[in-house]
């Protein structure tokens, strides 16, 4: 493997401030840990069922035919297997891999540099593919279909395009928008797979892995347990699972069961349903100063202490995507789902509860 060395590879999804223990975007420890955790084989690969099988098929028939396997799109959150999807695909292939992300590609001679390096059958690994450069966008259109580029040197009238051949390769792009690929560049993907947040059964699977591999001993209730706060996401329940065995070290035994689970998440304020502080902040805004909404982010935003931006991009995503928060033209709104998490009873008037809106909009 060979990360291109320009490779900053930025998290570009505001919604994933780093520092958060349920932040899905990758911090310095997961980095240094992950590649320890990686799945290898698609067959070690837990759950996305369907993309498993299908991508399965696309490999298996590339290898009999002894070409190189079409091109494939990646999409989903941060967080969700796709780099490792992409270093399976190369290990499956039996090919090598380059790691290289949009940001770093800001000129179409970054792109030229790194096609015109790669040997036959390599597989190409663009995470974030939605931020390259347009120039380098457009030159890899010609790459992926005729594995060709032409290089210009020279600028102006003297300007001249020299053809360059490539050898055939495949390329994974990776991004967790795929709505904004423009349409000529989401078409030369031979296959895209659309990746869903992982279920509980599945997270507990993955904790299960992790577990057995970072040596950590762990019952069946301890993993769910876990699992059951991680967001859907694979890299949370890792990172969720090391700070679980880091309480477990110290305060009890070192083994991992649910009240283990449960009261090192407690301290570090991860609740049942994976909200952190600030995810309860909010609701908590909304449902006792409120009374449920509807309420304006604005107010919202002043009433937590938080910035416009941190509530609307780091908390929100995921209270709408768990049903607890609605986003309405009159404003915020709670559902009865979050009366319920909270414990709280939502009065006559509260969304949900059947009687007039609240008054807080704007
Ligand atoms: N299906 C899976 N089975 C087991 N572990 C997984 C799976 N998917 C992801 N993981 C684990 O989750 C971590 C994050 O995965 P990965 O880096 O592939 O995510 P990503 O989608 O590429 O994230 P980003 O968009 O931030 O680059 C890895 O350590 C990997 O071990």
Same mark, same amino acid.
């Given at each position: ?76 959150? !941060? ?12 290990? +499956? ?8 992300? /949009? ?5 179409? /001679? ?11 059958? +390599?597989?190409? =690994? ?24 032409? @290089? ?47 279920? !509980? ?50 305060? @009890? ?13 407690? @301290? ?24 449920? /909404? ?21 908390? +929100?995503? =995921? ?9 309405? !033209? ?33």
């Amino acid at each position: 493997m060979n990360w291109d060395d320009s490779t900053p590879a930025p998290a570009d999804d505001a919604a994933d401030h780093d520092g958060r223990l349920v932040g899905a975007s990758a911090d310095g420890e997961d980095q240094a840990v992950e590649a320890a955790l990686r799945p290898k084989s698609l067959a070690e690969f837990v759950g996305q069922e369907r993309v498993r099988e299908q991508l399965d098929l696309v490999l298996k028939a590339a290898l009999a035919r002894g070409a190189t396997a079409d091109h494939v799109l990646l999409s989903g959150a !941060p967080g969700l297997g796709k780099t490792t999807l992409s270093m399976i695909i190369a290990a +499956e292939m039996q090919a090598p891999i380059r790691i290289t992300s /949009g940001p770093a590609i800001q000129h179409a /001679g970054d792109l030229a540099a790194i096609l015109s390096s790669l040997q036959e059958g +390599e597989v190409l =690994f663009l995470d974030e593919i939605h931020r390259m450069s347009r120039p380098a966008e457009e030159m890899l259109y010609m790459a992926m279909e005729d594995f060709r580029v032409d @290089v210009i040197v020279g600028k102006g009238p003297g300007a001249t395009a020299i053809p360059l051949e490539l050898p055939p390769f495949t390329l994974v792009g990776a991004t967790t928008r795929a709505g904004l690929l423009p349409p000529p560049l989401r078409d030369r993907f031979g296959f895209t797979a659309h990746m869903e947040f992982y279920d !509980p059964a599945e997270l507990e699977r993955v904790v299960h892995r992790s577990a057995q591999l970072l040596d950590v001993e762990i019952d069946t209730a301890g993993a769910a347990e876990i699992a059951g706060r991680s967001r859907g996401t694979p890299r949370i329940a890792n990172r969720l699972l090391r700070r679980v065995r880091d309480y477990a070290q110290v305060k @009890v035994d070192g083994v991992i069961t649910q009240e283990v689970a449960a009261a090192a998440l407690a @301290v570090y304020e991860v609740d049942t349903r994976g909200l952190d502080r600030l995810d309860r902040a909010v609701l908590q805004a909304l449902l006792k100063l409120f009374g449920g /909404g509807p309420v304006g982010l604005s107010t919202l935003a002043v009433a937590v202490g938080e910035e416009r931006e941190t509530v609307e991009e780091v908390a +929100e995503p =995921f209270l709408v995507r768990e049903g607890l928060l609605a986003r309405t !033209p009159r404003g915020r709104i709670a559902t009865p789902a979050a009366w319920a998490h909270l414990g709280l009873v939502p009065p006559q008037h509260a969304p949900g509860a059947g009687g007039q809106p609240g008054l807080f909009g704007a």
